[in-house]
């Protein structure tokens, strides 16, 4: 993927608070070596494409915050591409910044958009189907997103219902389904025309443009109206004054709900969203009791189906009696919970604020 014209975004402004308490607010998901490899979750999607697309054309998009975090994890990457958000305001703006701020600088620019916190194993097999969907997006002016099978009824993902009665690799998009209760979700992954919409997009920075101009006219106004500064002395100045002005909305309620120029592209590429403590024990290995260890090897577990992160290399985990556990050491909290009502880590997380614990944040 050497074209000139081919970008890419990674978006790593989130919080990641499912993740806590590893994931903070000032150290977020997408800067952890959440896996235990060496590197951090950013690092390993920067490096999945860095051999792929020229490194001028890589674009990290984050909070202001986290700039220097970027910085400090990708030293090869030109500070002015890292785009900083001002404010947190969901992914349809900053995909709208980023698109008019692409656009600016090449009018023919393609835009390859994806997670800062996604697993990829089969990465020959996802590079292929990114290069698929680019040779689409040039030839048409189509909005491409890239869709997993789904291998069980989760009720924690979109969905995307595609036209299968063809077989070309590109589908067009029917509609689109938010996260449905079990019982649809049960029916969804029996039929075979339904995909987990994964939240990476391809297409041109002109069409996504045209796309909210007709789907989200408001966004689109707000950033039209700072094209003179993009990429200028002046842009910083007019985002900090404009952006934390436009709605929270994702670029799926914006958009892609709306538009009918959609399609997607079946993704057998190994995938995980890393959303949660179960979906990392979902991939990790396992020892003899189904438990995963992460950040230890010294440990003695009489423990079944438990997902234990040490804070500590050196420290020695004892446990005993615990069966589907989350147990995470980190710093200043110590979470023991259980793992099928995860879901709850979240609610916990947003009461901090009110009640005035905001050093767990």
């Not at 869709?147 to 979109?158: A, E, K, L, N, V």
């Not at 299968?164 to 649809?184: C, G, I, T, Y």
């Not at 950040?295 to 069966?323: F, M």
Request: charged letters at 20%; aromatic letters at 10%; one cysteine or more.
């Amino acid at each position: 993927m050497n074209n000139k014209h081919i970008n890419l975004f990674i978006m790593a402004g989130g919080v990641g608070s499912r993740f806590w308490p590893k994931s903070r607010n000032a150290f977020p998901k997408q800067f952890i070596d959440i896996l235990g490899t060496g590197d951090s979750l950013l690092q390993l999607t920067y490096n999945r494409f860095k051999d792929y697309i020229n490194n001028d054309n890589i674009h990290i998009v984050t909070n202001q915050d986290y700039k220097q975090l970027v910085h400090e994890q990708l030293p090869n990457l030109t500070v002015k591409n890292i785009i900083c958000e001002p404010s947190r305001n969901n992914t349809a703006p900053c995909i709208a910044y980023s698109a008019f701020k692409l656009l600016k600088k090449d009018p023919n620019a393609i835009m390859i958009i994806v997670p800062s916190d996604h697993l990829i194993l089969k990465e020959s097999a996802y590079l292929n189907i990114i290069q698929d969907a680019v040779n689409h997006a040039m030839k048409s002016n189509v909005l491409v997103t890239l869709g997993i099978s789904p291998t069980r009824p989760d009720t924690g993902y979109g969905y995307i219902q595609y036209d299968a009665s063809d077989n070309e690799k590109l589908h067009l998009v029917k509609a689109f389904h938010e996260k449905p209760q079990l019982e649809l979700a049960i029916k969804y992954i029996e039929e075979p025309d339904f995909l987990w919409n994964a939240g990476m997009f391809i297409w041109k920075a002109a069409d996504i443009i045209e796309a909210f101009r007709l789907y989200s006219p408001d966004i689109y106004k707000l950033f039209d109206s700072g094209f003179e500064y993009y990429n200028t002395d002046n842009e910083e100045e007019f985002i900090n004054n404009n952006y934390p002005n436009s709605p929270n909305v994702s670029i799926d309620y914006a958009v892609i709900e709306k538009a009918t120029n959609v399609y997607t592209i079946p993704a057998d590429i190994g995938w995980s969203d890393l959303g949660t403590w179960n979906s990392l024990y979902e991939i990790s290995d396992k020892d003899n009791n189904n438990n995963v260890l992460i950040g230890t090897n010294k440990y003695e577990i009489n423990n079944s189906n438990g997902c234990i992160i040490s804070a500590s290399a050196e420290k020695l985990v004892i446990i005993d009696g615990l069966d589907d556990y989350i147990i995470v050491d980190d710093d200043n909290v110590l979470l023991i919970h259980k793992k099928n009502r995860e879901q709850e880590i979240k609610t916990i997380v947003n009461s901090f604020k009110d009640k005035g614990l905001n050093e767990y944040l």
